[in-house]
């Protein structure tokens, strides 16, 4: 019923860039908070950004501050994620997740991922 669908990844140079788009249906997009994860075999999970219902509060990883850019658009239930300087590092599986809380109960919704490969 719910979908969660990563999209704009692929192959980039070190410092280059590149934007993930994330398409969120089955759900009130605007109800929902938005995160960007990222995960690499034998690595914890990482978040790199997150926005809330409103675009006015974002976070980000300490390691992607003024590098990243995390941004939504409700009438398009899309988040996006801007990545800029690319490094090495930064080879691995990005995840989207819509996350709600109501009281005790929590929603969360994952992607299935995008791969995004750093490398020259």
């Known amino acids: 019923q719910v979908q969660v669908v990563e999209s704009g990844g692929g192959l980039v140079q070190p410092g280059g860039s590149l934007r993930l788009s994330c398409v969120v249906s089955?759900?009130?997009?605007?109800?929902?908070?938005m995160n960007w994860y990222r995960q690499a075999p034998g690595k914890e999970r990482e978040l790199v950004a997150s926005?809330?219902?409103?675009?006015?509060?974002?976070n980000y990883a300490d390691s992607m501050k003024g590098r990243f850019a995390i941004s939504r658009d409700n009438a398009k239930n899309t988040v996006y994620l801007q990545m800029n300087n690319l490094k090495l590092e930064g080879t691995t599986m990005y995840y989207c997740?819509?996350?709600?809380?109501?009281?005790?109960?929590?929603?969360?919704?994952w992607g299935r991922g995008a791969q995004v490969t750093v490398s020259s």
């Open positions: 089955g759900v009130t997009f605007s109800s929902y908070g």
């Open positions: 997740n819509a996350a709600r809380s109501l009281g005790r109960l929590e929603f969360n919704y």
């Open positions: 926005i809330m219902r409103t675009d006015s509060d974002t």
